[in-house]
């Protein structure tokens, strides 16, 4: 029983957050009446908290210096909160009326993933006609994509591509001034360039928003319906999302993509990682910038801000909104971890406001992977994810947690039948066959055993792939990359063994 009663004189109160008043002031200004509360004392009116929000999002492009004058940014919009809240950010730094004037040249991207979540055919073409009146008022050239277009993406999505002889080749600094230098001699250069881009991008996304094929919404939901869980399914669908938004930016010629994510989803997104096991490349996640891609750099200018902060924000300006169901929409709180992270962390905001910042703080200390500080030295390129493009981490010492898990799993494939998960089919042997599994077949092109497509995966990958009852439903791009490393390792291993033989002829020729 709870002895706060009797020893302590009663049980702890809920913490009291103070209210505002009439007499209360702004924080800032000291002169108008606030309108709202964003921490515990900090009250902003309605013009003092536009200005603290600006000043916020374009505090975090300057000092990160991540975008450099004249690149093409693209902006992945979800028609969430947060992402249009950074459009509107976007917008607004490239309006006649800012002093200081934003000096990339934005392209929005929306990636319908109704197949998935439930939504019905008229429901995904309804929502696509809210997002494309909500991107043709910003006058940025925008791109449609359907999720079911990762069937015909190519295999160079999954390589990592060295930065082109179109990056910026100088410091920022005095990138800055000649961009400086040649606006004052093209006035206006740039807007035009933007317009033109606008009107051409604009009918090419016509195109794009067609009907997808019936044959790739079915092997779309054949895919997540071979996943037992919904976590694999999220952490699925986060890969899939990633990998159309890059082809997106290669084949457009983007340099820089912007993501939407806010403090609060990275705060449950740097716990979540950790529990899936993807502690090593937390870094990459959470960060301001992610390189893995190489060629194209992925940018969180939206990190600092909570979602308390956007929720206000859209609600006193006006910035619209599309609310797309998700895959854990109306799900249990005990669905996946996702949703059990969220819950968690979620459930101690509400009563200890500086939950979400100390755990962003705590993700903000974290540096670069081993992997990615040596190759900044020299060293080779590492070893990669076959999914999601980071170091792999499985390369361990003996004795470690990994190592025992490995070992663990070996002894009880020994000991299943030969339906096992290393079976040549890739498929969990009988609980394939009952649920129609298209790897029956062990000649069925596609089917990779797990034994040949496990090794190139990190932890947190297998954990998603181990999951899958059937691994001839990833789209083909994933299996043809799974072909050609492991073509490219026999290939290394022959090479090796030919050198160590001509070696020992060498070795006894002069013996």
Avoid: W
């Avoid at 950074?86 to 002093?99: I, K, P």
């Avoid at 940025?140 to 069937?151: C, D, K, M, S, T």
């Avoid at 230098?181 to 051409?200: C, D, I, K, N």
């Amino acid at each position: 029983m709870c002895q706060a009663q009797e020893e302590y004189g009663g049980c702890p109160q809920p913490r009291r957050r103070p209210r505002v008043t009439c007499a209360q002031k702004c924080m800032k200004c000291k002169e108008a009446s606030p309108v709202l509360v964003i921490r515990v004392g900090d009250a902003f009116c309605k013009a003092c908290f536009r200005e603290y929000f600006v000043h916020k999002f374009r505090a975090m492009l300057g000092k990160n210096r991540a975008i450099f004058p004249g690149e093409k940014v693209l902006l992945a919009l979800s028609g969430g909160p947060a992402s249009s809240s950074m459009l509107q950010q976007v917008q607004e730094g490239l309006s006649r009326e800012t002093a200081k004037k934003l000096r990339f040249i934005p392209g929005v991207v929306f990636v319908d993933e109704g197949a998935v979540c439930g939504q019905s055919v008229a429901e995904r073409e309804e929502t696509l006609l809210q997002m494309e009146a909500i991107l043709r008022a910003s006058g940025f050239p925008y791109h449609l994509a359907r999720l079911e277009e990762v069937f015909d993406l190519p295999s160079s999505i999954l390589q990592r591509m060295t930065p082109g002889p179109t990056g910026p080749r100088h410091s920022y600094k005095e990138a800055v001034e000649g961009f400086i230098r040649q606006r004052r001699q093209e006035e206006g250069g740039v807007r035009e360039t933007l317009a033109v881009l606008s009107m051409r991008d604009v009918h090419g996304a016509e195109g794009l928003a067609q009907p997808p094929a019936p044959a790739h919404t079915e092997e779309l939901l054949r895919l997540f319906g071979s996943l037992k869980t919904l976590t694999a399914k999220e952490d699925l669908l986060q890969t899939l999302r990633t990998h159309l938004i890059l082809h997106t930016a290669r084949a457009q010629g983007y340099s820089k993509v912007m993501m939407g994510d806010s403090c609060t989803r990275l705060a449950v997104k740097l716990l979540t990682n950790l529990s899936l096991g993807r502690g090593a490349s937390l870094a990459m996640d959470t960060g301001f910038s992610d390189d893995r891609h190489g060629d194209v750099v992925v940018v969180r200018p939206m990190r600092e801000y909570s979602a308390k902060e956007i929720a206000f924000y859209n609600r006193l300006f006006g910035v619209p909104t599309v609310f797309t169901p998700a895959l854990d929409t109306k799900a249990l709180e005990k669905a996946s971890i996702h949703r059990v992270i969220e819950r968690f962390l979620y459930g101690l905001q509400a009563e200890f406001p500086s939950t979400v910042s100390t755990v962003y703080r705590t993700g903000e200390k974290l540096s670069a992977t081993p992997g990615d500080a040596g190759l900044a030295l020299g060293a080779p390129e590492p070893e990669r994810c076959q999914l999601c493009l980071c170091p792999l981490d499985t390369a361990v010492e003996e004795g470690s947690a990994l190592q025992a898990i490995l070992v663990s799993e070996q002894l009880s494939h020994k000991r299943l039948p030969a339906a096992s998960p290393a079976g040549t089919g890739g498929c969990l042997g009988a609980e394939a066959q009952s649920s129609g599994c298209c790897c029956r077949n062990t000649t069925a092109p596609g089917a990779d055993s797990r034994a040949d497509f496990l090794p190139l995966l990190c932890y947190g990958c297998r954990l998603t792939i181990k999951d899958a009852i059937c691994l001839g439903s990833l789209p083909s791009y994933i299996h043809s990359e799974v072909e050609r490393r492991n073509c490219r390792a026999a290939m290394k291993r022959e090479i090796q063994e030919f050198l160590l033989e001509d070696e020992a002829v060498n070795r006894a020729g002069e013996s």
